[in-house]
């Protein structure tokens, strides 16, 4: 499966790309995810012959907004599926003229993004399912349904997430044979088990269900790599709890809140460091300097959305009072205060400097 993710703001975008990788990950779906900062780039890879199952679109973006795109490349014929992105609700009923199958407002957050995959892939079909025969029918398991796999005398049994059990007469090499992906680790003679589905490791795994499974106790150490090189594979970096709870209470967040969302502590990180690469402070700086106000305006509000996305509560509140004001300006017909305009940049920046000084935190050794 192909997908593309438009979006101008970086953090925005790294956010949303490691949330379909676990949701593509977990599901067993094949995928790749290109990433574009703007439309225009996006149009012109389509007209090159490029072409995306699904399009994950930000509403507010420099030179075509969101809708704008989508117009475009439904009159260039694009058929796939449109997923907007947004900081506002403010467009979803302009959503359905580009014929947009799903609206998903900032903060991201992966239950939102699978409820919305999980109903636009319902008719999906390569998804990878492990048949067992039962009497004169068969079961279908999803992949990502699978817990692990034990092997007991002559026969295996299957533990599914739901809590069933299935019993099937094979031997477990033939199985990992016929199931055959990175994702299951042959981790002890008698057991197969699903790494998406391991909640801890120390001298056995911990399933998220609660149960033990063993590991060789010769390999070890090399079945514990294997499985971090797997974490790793899929995305996670290390990550310290009480640091990140230190950083969020100087930029006025809720670490837990944060956390629960971007699933871990090991995302927050990246996400947190990506932040530094961001340049919509910067833009909005220059613009304001300019007295660019549309173009200002834009930068505000993509820096208004990496706020919520991150939770960095300060500066969304500083950065959300800047955005209405030149939105007034632009949209509304009010005048420019540039004495207003100058008081509430003064915050911004205030907030962008301190989120920046406070990354130190995390980053010491």
């Known amino acids: 499966m192909d997908i593309a993710v ?7 975008r790294e956010i949303i790309r490691q949330q379909l990788s676990i949701y593509f990950s977990d599901r067993f779906i094949e995928y790749n995810i290109d990433s574009y900062e703007n439309g225009v780039n996006l149009i012109y890879s389509i007209e090159d012959g490029e072409y995306y199952d699904i399009i994950f679109l930000d509403m507010y973006m420099d030179k075509l907004n969101g809708i704008q795109v989508a117009e475009k490349l439904r009159n260039m014929n694009y058929k796939g599926k449109i997923i907007f992105l947004t900081a506002t609700s403010k467009y979803a009923v302009e959503s359905y003229d580009v014929e947009a199958s799903g609206y998903l407002v900032k903060p991201h957050d992966i239950d939102k993004i699978s409820m919305v995959l999980d109903r ?3 008719n999906y079909e390569n998804v990878h399912t492990y048949q067992i025969k039962k009497r004169n029918s068969v079961i279908q398991v999803l992949y990502s349904e699978i817990e692990y796999i034990e ?5 295996c049994i299957l533990h599914r997430t739901d809590g069933n059990k299935y019993t099937i007469y094979k ?3 033939d199985i990992e044979e016929e199931i055959n ?4 680790l ?3 003679q008698s057991y197969l088990v699903n790494m998406n589905k391991i909640e801890s490791v ?3 795994f911990t399933m998220k269900s609660g149960d033990v499974v063993p590991i060789r106790t010769r390999n070890l150490n090399e079945i514990k790599k294997e499985y971090y090189n797997y974490i790793e594979y899929r995305g996670n970096i290390a990550g310290t709890t009480k640091r990140l709870k230190v950083f969020y209470d100087k930029v006025g967040g809720d670490f837990e809140v944060v956390k629960r969302r971007l699933i871990d502590e090991k995302y927050v990180v990246r996400f947190v460091q990506c932040f530094k690469n961001d340049t919509a402070f910067n833009e909005l700086k220059k613009a304001l300097n300019e007295e660019l106000y549309e173009k200002a305006y834009l930068c505000a509000h993509t820096l208004k959305g990496s706020s919520v996305s991150l939770d960095f509560g300060k500066l969304y509140k500083a950065s959300s009072a800047l955005t209405e004001t030149l939105y007034n300006i632009n949209h509304n017909g009010e005048d420019c205060d540039k004495i207003l305009i100058d008081k509430q940049f003064g915050e911004v920046a205030k907030e962008y400097k301190n989120v920046i000084n406070s ?4 980053e010491e050794d």
């Not at 992906?181 to 299951?184: I, L, N, V």
């Open 151 to 155: 092997s007991s005398n002559s026969k």
């Open 186 to 188: 042959r981790c002890h």
């Open 171 to 173: 031997k477990l090499n």
């Open 120 to 122: 636009v892939l319902s």
């Open 181 to 184: 992906h990175r994702a299951f």
């Open 359 to 362: 990354m130190q935190i995390i």
């Open 6 to 12: 438009c979006d101008d703001n970086l953090s925005d």
């Open 202 to 204: 120390e001298n056995d």
